[in-house]
C-alpha cells in the first residue's frame, strides 16, 4: 500500500493471521537496527520518511499509529523503514485529521499560542 502512494521503501511485518486475536497482534520477524541506535548515513533522511509515512496513512487511509515512538521504527539492511508495533490503531474522522494537521503544523512553527 505504500508503494503505491510514493512510499517505496517503507514496509511493515507481515501479520500472522492464524497466531493473532483481539488482544494480540503476532506478526513476522523482521531484520533490522532500531533507528535510533543506527549509525547508517541515512538514518535523518528515514525520519523524514517515518513522517511523511505516518502522514499519509492518517490522510489517505484516515488510520493513526498510536505508539509511534522510535523504537518502533527499524532500518534494514537494504535501507527500507520499517514501521513495527501496529497493535495500537485509530479510525480518525476527516474533520478530526485536519484538526491534527494543524496541530503538528503550530508546533512545528512554534507557534504555541495556537496550540490547545
Not at 91 to 111: G, K, M, T, Y
Request: charged share 25%.
Amino acid at each position: 500500500a505504500m508503494k503505491e502512494r510514493g512510499l517505496g521503501s517503507v514496509m511493515a511485518p507481515e501479520v500472522l493471521e492464524h497466531l493473532s486475536s483481539k488482544r494480540v497482534l503476532t506478526t513476522r520477524w523482521v531484520e533490522g537496527e532500531r533507528l535510533e541506535g543506527s549509525r547508517a548515513d541515512d538514518v535523518p533522511r528515514l525520519c523524514g520518511v517515518a513522517l511523511n509515512a505516518y502522514l499519509t496513512m492518517l490522510l489517505d487511509t484516515g488510520t493513526l499509529h498510536c505508539d509511534p515512538h522510535p523504537g518502533n521504527l527499524l532500518r534494514t539492511p537494504d535501507g527500507k523503514l520499517c514501521i513495527l508495533d501496529f497493535g495500537m490503531t485509530l479510525n480518525v474522522p476527516r474533520d478530526l485529521q485536519l484538526s491534527l494537521l494543524e496541530f503538528i503544523a503550530d508546533l512545528q512553527a512554534e507557534n504555541y499560542e495556537r496550540v490547545p
